[in-house]
């Protein structure tokens, strides 16, 4: 773990994804050289916690990939007991999942986009498929007037049906999100192998919006053949899924996190990254430090039009 404030650092994501998107990739980033990867564990809970214990000590910044330590809702926070699990096998360096940058980077994104006249959400009917995921997103959609709806019933517990307002979403989050939080993460998300294959099964709730927004392992997973004319708002994506969205007739993708060889990383490790540069820990960290680190780095979302 580095100590000297200009020695070069090293940031892990140890996912329960696919080992198949794993990367590596050396940055010069504020004058610091940067090295940042992800180690996928295919799904295996006891696996990644041996890595985290592995890497404890030894790297500036560990991320959980896959899998979330909170959940954050209207103002209250709720922790996952897997990703905390996964979290305490480290004992030095310090841990994050994307969340503290989630919140204030998804909310960006929206204005950056908005501001910047790459879409006008206004009138324009949005499905964010996890909303607790992307609280500062479910939030910020509405304020630029797009029609949301929130498909955290749908794609996280299989029930049929999309919740319309975000008062809604709130409700539902704080009375759930309490007995959720305690479940085995697999059977509310896709780990491993599920993260490369996809099921049309709620395919008819991709028909309704003009714009996919929100967690790209859910849009993958659910997606149908067809998505004409769509656009999609997302990250963590790959250049094999970037081909995958051209094939099937998407219009536009929006990544929040910036084109990196040809992947959009995932926030998990990008908040490792900026931690690591801001040298703080975790809980110190407020909003105002993740967006003057990316203003200084020079962030803003990757636009591909197809």
Request: some cysteine.
């Given at each position: 773990?580095?100590?000297?404030?200009?020695?070069?650092?090293?940031?892990?994501?140890?996912?329960?994804?696919?080992?198949?998107?794993?990367?590596?990739?050396?940055?010069?980033?504020?004058?610091?050289?940067?090295?940042?990867?992800?180690?996928?564990?295919?799904?295996?809970?006891?696996?990644?916690?041996?890595?985290?214990?592995?890497?404890?000590?030894?790297?500036?910044?560990?991320?959980?990939?896959?899998?979330?330590?909170?959940?954050?809702?209207?103002?209250?926070?709720?922790?996952?007991?897997?990703?905390?699990?996964?979290?305490?096998?480290?004992?030095?360096?310090?841990?994050?999942?994307?969340?503290?940058?989630?919140?204030t980077l998804e909310r960006q994104t929206v204005k950056w986009i908005q501001e910047t006249g790459v879409i006008d959400f206004h009138g324009k009917k949005v499905m964010l498929v996890s909303g607790v995921d992307r609280f500062g997103m479910a939030e910020a959609l509405p304020?630029?007037?797009?029609?949301?709806?929130?498909?955290?019933?749908?794609?996280?517990?299989?029930?049929?049906?999309?919740?319309?307002?975000?008062?809604?979403?709130?409700?539902?989050?704080?009375?759930?999100?309490?007995?959720?939080?305690?479940?085995?993460?697999?059977?509310?998300?896709?780990?491993?192998?599920?993260?490369?294959?996809?099921?049309?099964?709620?395919?008819?709730?991709?028909?309704?919006?003009?714009?996919?927004?929100?967690?790209?392992?859910?849009?993958?997973?659910?997606?149908?053949?067809?998505?004409?004319?769509?656009?999609?708002?997302?990250?963590?994506?790959?250049?094999?899924?970037?081909?995958?969205?051209?094939?099937?007739?998407?219009?536009?993708?929006?990544?929040?996190?910036?084109?990196?060889?040809?992947?959009?990383?995932?926030?998990?490790?990008?908040?490792?990254?900026?931690?690591?540069?801001?040298?703080?820990?975790?809980?110190?960290?407020?909003?105002?430090?993740?967006?003057?680190?990316?203003?200084?780095?020079?962030?803003?979302?990757?636009?591909?039009?197809?």
């Amino acid at each position: 773990m580095t100590t000297n404030a200009t020695a070069p650092l090293h940031v892990v994501s140890v996912s329960l994804g696919s080992s198949t998107r794993d990367f590596s990739r050396t940055s010069t980033l504020l004058g610091r050289e940067v090295l940042w990867e992800r180690r996928g564990t295919d799904g295996d809970m006891s696996r990644a916690i041996a890595l985290i214990g592995e890497l404890d000590g030894k790297v500036d910044a560990i991320g959980l990939g896959g899998i979330d330590l909170y959940l954050i809702a209207a103002g209250k926070k709720f922790v996952i007991r897997d990703g905390q699990k996964m979290a305490r096998a480290a004992k030095i360096t310090p841990v994050v999942d994307g969340s503290g940058l989630k919140h204030t980077l998804e909310r960006q994104t929206v204005k950056w986009i908005q501001e910047t006249g790459v879409i006008d959400f206004h009138g324009k009917k949005v499905m964010l498929v996890s909303g607790v995921d992307r609280f500062g997103m479910a939030e910020a959609l509405p304020e630029y007037g797009a029609i949301t709806q929130y498909g955290d019933l749908i794609f996280a517990l299989g029930i049929p049906y999309a919740i319309k307002t975000l008062a809604g979403l709130k409700t539902l989050a704080w009375a759930l999100l309490p007995i959720i939080c305690r479940l085995p993460f697999s059977m509310i998300y896709p780990t491993g192998e599920k993260q490369e294959t996809t099921s049309a099964k709620y395919g008819k709730y991709f028909e309704w919006p003009d714009i996919i927004a929100g967690d790209f392992h859910l849009i993958r997973r659910y997606m149908p053949e067809r998505l004409d004319g769509k656009i999609i708002i997302s990250n963590t994506t790959t250049a094999e899924d970037v081909e995958l969205l051209r094939q099937r007739g998407v219009k536009m993708l929006v990544t929040s996190t910036p084109n990196s060889e040809g992947r959009s990383p995932g926030t998990n490790v990008v908040e490792g990254v900026i931690v690591a540069l801001a040298g703080k820990k975790p809980e110190e960290m407020t909003p105002e430090d993740y967006l003057g680190t990316l203003n200084k780095i020079g962030w803003e979302p990757n636009v591909v039009k197809f």
